[in-house]
């Protein structure tokens, strides 16, 4: 993803989508109702291979500066499954817009298990 600012034309900035899982992966850590991120099959694969995978049950895809995350849960079964899924989406989409002024145009969040 970039983002180009034509103020002072000083260059681009380019942030890595590996940047963006980690702030999603923040952000849904510390919803409420959430348990735990679950591994997705790409975060699984990275694994066994030997590279360690910061954005565990987070995967974004960015193209054309559009940016789609899909957020794997576990949830509590304390709480509101539709309401804390709602709420993760809005959490993800504030963190990303918050440190990057960038909008995201979807979070699907997959919920894997119930805790």
Known sequence: MIIQEDKANLGQIEISPEVLEVIASIAVTETEGVHALQNNFASGNFEKIGKK??????????????????????????????ETAELIQKNVNQAIRNMTDHDVKEVNVHIVNIK
């Open 53 to 82: 995978y910061r954005g565990r049950g987070v995967k974004v895809d960015a193209k054309d500066n559009e940016v789609m995350i899909s957020i794997y849960v576990s949830l509590s079964t304390r709480r509101n499954i539709h």
